[in-house]
């Protein structure tokens, strides 16, 4: 049974701010980004429940963040040519935190197809429709994702904002209906976050079996600086995945 729990239906600004108070006591913890966003996506799939002892209303919860392709841990780091203009450049959208109804769902090293995500180019990016309207539905240009932009950092001022999907089986944005959306239950979609730092963008993206209006999807917005507090002391040290 969970004993904190907030009804996604019923979510208003009271409520937000109790979501918001939940999140604190994930301040402190954690030695890497990693752990953090498994805590975060934990945090999120036990929190929605319609009552205490009821299934969680998020079928599935991730969060994701960029990196340089140098950043990564070698087994992670997709296969380059070496005399690829890319080599060193290369930016990829990773899978940091999972929590799903799926085992395979409740860590990043079992995920099959969402692990590390090439960004090699706007074109690439484009034949994603999800990942690509949800960096502009963020707000993001999809340029400076890819490439980033120094010019962007404005007295540390990063835009954050929220991803919506009100129905995902008539939605483009989201794919494999058949594997996923149909057989989970998958209603709506929710994502927040934005520029983590001018170099890299982060997102948590909720994939909810009950239906979520547009009023409340934008409430969402206003949880996503509490999680850039979370999460920047550890890109600051560049402390992003657990040690091997």
């Not at 998020?58 to 690829?84: G, H, N, W, Y």
């Not at 706007?122 to 999800?130: F, G, H, I, L």
């Not at 490439?147 to 404005?154: D, G, I, R, Y």
């Not at 990063?158 to 089986?169: G, H, I, K, N, T």
């Amino acid at each position: 049974m969970n004993a904190a729990f907030e009804d996604v239906g019923q979510l208003n600004a009271e409520s937000l701010v109790r979501v918001s108070r939940s999140l604190t006591g994930l301040h402190g913890k954690g030695h890497c980004m990693e752990e953090v966003a498994d805590s975060l996506a934990n945090h999120f799939y036990e929190l929605f429940r319609a009552t205490p002892d009821a299934p969680s209303q998020c079928s599935l919860v991730r969060l994701f963040k960029t990196c340089a392709v140098d950043e990564l841990p070698q087994d992670m780091r997709p296969i380059i040519p070496e005399d690829d203009d890319l080599e060193h450049e290369l930016r990829c959208l990773v899978l940091l935190g999972s929590r799903g109804d799926h085992p395979d769902w409740n860590s990043r090293h079992d995920s099959t197809n969402h692990k590390v995500i090439s960004l090699q180019s706007v074109d690439v990016v484009e034949q994603t429709p999800m990942i690509s309207n949800l960096i502009r539905m963020l707000g993001l240009n999809l340029h400076d994702i890819v490439k980033p932009n120094p010019e962007l950092s404005v007295a540390g001022y990063y835009p954050l904002s929220v991803f919506y999907v009100e129905d995902a089986l008539e939605s483009p944005y989201i794919p494999s209906k058949t594997n996923f959306v149909i057989p989970h239950g998958i209603k709506s979609v929710v994502g927040f976050g934005g520029l983590l730092t001018y170099s890299d963008m982060f997102t948590i993206v909720l994939f909810f079996n009950v239906p979520v209006s547009r009023e409340v999807a934008v409430l969402f917005k206003n949880l996503a600086d509490q999680v850039h507090q979370l999460l920047m002391p550890f890109q600051t040290a560049m402390q992003i995945f657990k040690p091997a």
